[in-house]
């Protein structure tokens, strides 16, 4: 009964004469505007304001607890379990609130590589979403637009606000994963990124199995031809640092690392917004034209993005095809990394520059994931940063136990000869309000010496705190900053904040089973 019911659900979502089918960017920019869901900024950018949701709703995302997921699903905060029959209800209401509206169908690509990539369908009541989506995902040429068939299909309805008391949900909100059906249900948000996180939480569950690493990183490739891979959480530089003028992008958020090497999920890239300007991130800034999507942007008088008004919110985001950038790789496919960087935004100015890690190490700040939230970016937060780790730096993503993308990474680096590398892209002399953020130009003279090899060649010392290798010179990067100690005034205040930072660290580690020696690879604190 659920199969037929979802066959029949799909079908009549995908048909019928007010059912448009993979229109292109100028249709769907025009027909977006007319109908009022979106504006055309002065740089020629769809313009679109979310409303009350201006990020993901984590707490309103559910997977269908059934035969397929019972037993391999991590379940959880994360991953919160679904009835079948509360999914079969919820999905007819969704499809009788979608039957007499005009709706837009994107059939696209996950996954870069022929060889693993995730055929998909989108079904939205808003034209603006199907751009979204059609910039973001991988397109198929018009040869294979034919024969496309999806294996998964997303149907968004942010204007079906479902019922808690009745649907067995917490809000007007959900994000659901049916993996039995192949179905992502999405209603009661106008936010664009649930449909891209959605299919990225998809692929970490399916790809695994097909000896996958599916990673939240972004990539790209020197002119040596070598691929360097970029971890971090929202804030941290992963966008802006792959999108290097010196080298060509692979992809900036979402990669799968296969037996053949490493292939961009998406077709495009979703960069934040905040602050941007083209004397600091000239590719990102040029790439927001006409195609591109932005969110919760302001526009001025003139019609101009007002990068620096938050009024909304500071979830600023600009989406567009991969193309944009220039010197791109396309298709999104590169070779076996040589190096590995975990990006962390370390808002207590105690972690180093850059750091060189063990294999060991490497573990554990992967299964840390670690950055940190500054104060009043959150409500209740207080003046004092706030520590977050997220395994793998993508927990809200996984399906699976951490452990087993950990171990998955592991062998990838070993096998591979991988160097890996904890670059801290906050502060430096002093916590958040005390010392300064590390400018964008010292973390990519430090990155790139790294990456070009010439960080080798200088002597590398351990600090005592986290018992981290860290160069002790860097050309273009003043010496006195690469220890973290010697960057601060107040020798004292670094030791007290060194020492509650690495505390967190250990507590949080007590969650994973992981070997004697990989615990043994984390902070100092005895």
Not at 60 to 89: C, L, M, Y
Not at 182 to 210: C, D, H, Q
Not at 226 to 253: M, N
Not at 468 to 494: G, T
């Amino acid at each position: 009964m659920a199969s037929l019911l979802a066959t029949d659900v799909l079908y009549s979502l995908a048909s019928g004469p007010r059912v448009r089918k993979n229109l292109p960017a100028s249709q769907l920019m025009e027909i977006a505007i007319k109908r009022g869901e979106a504006r055309l900024a002065a740089n020629g950018a769809l313009v679109a304001i979310t409303g009350t949701r201006t990020g993901r709703s984590p707490k309103d995302k559910f997977t269908v607890d059934d035969e397929i997921t019972h037993s391999v699903v991590d379940w959880g905060r994360v991953n919160q379990p679904f009835s079948p029959e509360k999914f079969e209800a919820l999905l007819e209401r969704v499809t009788d609130h979608l039957h007499d509206r005009d709706l837009f169908v994107q059939d696209l690509y996950c996954g870069a590589d022929p060889a693993y990539r995730l055929p998909i369908r989108v079904v939205t009541e808003y034209a603006w979403h199907s751009l979204f989506v059609r910039q973001l995902f991988v397109r198929p040429d018009a040869a294979h637009l034919p024969t496309h068939a999806p294996e998964f299909t997303v149907i968004a309805a942010p204007e079906f606000e479902a019922v808690p008391e009745r649907d067995g949900i917490r809000s007007e909100a959900f994000i659901i994963a049916d993996f039995s059906r192949r179905i992502v249900l999405i209603g009661g948000t106008k936010y664009a990124g649930e449909m891209k996180k959605s299919i990225f939480g998809v692929m970490n569950f399916i790809v695994p199995k097909r000896d996958v690493l599916p990673m939240h990183c972004s990539a790209n490739v020197g002119a040596d031809g070598v691929t360097a891979l970029f971890f971090g959480l929202s804030g941290t530089g992963k966008t802006t640092l792959s999108a290097d003028p010196a080298r060509r992008l692979i992809g900036d958020d979402e990669h799968g690392w296969s037996p053949a090497g490493v292939f961009n999920f998406e077709g495009g890239c979703y960069a934040k917004c905040i602050d941007l300007t083209e004397e600091k991130e000239p590719q990102i800034f040029r790439a927001i034209r006409f195609g591109s999507v932005l969110e919760n942007v302001i526009l001025d008088a003139e019609g101009c993005p007002d990068y620096f008004n938050i009024s909304l919110t500071e979830n600023t985001r600009a989406a567009y095809p991969v193309d944009f950038i220039e010197n791109a790789v396309i298709p999104g496919i590169g070779g076996h990394p040589r190096n590995v960087m975990f990006l962390a935004a370390d808002a207590f100015g105690v972690l180093p520059p850059i750091s060189r890690l063990t294999p060991e190490q490497a573990m554990y700040h992967f299964l840390s994931g670690y950055t940190a939230k500054l104060a009043g970016t959150e409500a209740g937060m207080g003046k004092d940063p706030a520590p977050e780790f997220s395994a793998c730096f993508g927990k809200p993503f996984l399906p699976l136990a951490p452990r087993v993308y950990a171990e998955m990474l592991g062998k990838r680096l070993k096998q591979h000869n991988a160097a890996c590398w904890l670059v801290n892209t906050g502060w430096s002399g002093g916590k958040f309000g005390i010392g300064k953020r590390m400018s964008l130009k010292i973390t990519r003279a430090l990155v790139n010496a790294a990456l070009d090899g010439r960080l080798e060649k200088f002597e590398f010392v351990t600090e005592p705190a986290f018992g981290l290798s860290i160069p002790v010179s860097c050309p273009d990067v003043p010496a006195e900053i690469l220890n973290p100690r010697n960057a601060w005034a107040d020798k004292a205040a670094y030791d007290k904040t060194v020492a509650e930072l690495a505390a967190k660290f250990e507590e949080n580690f007590k969650q994973f089973d992981a070997p004697e020696s990989v615990k043994a690879a984390g902070p100092r604190t005895r």
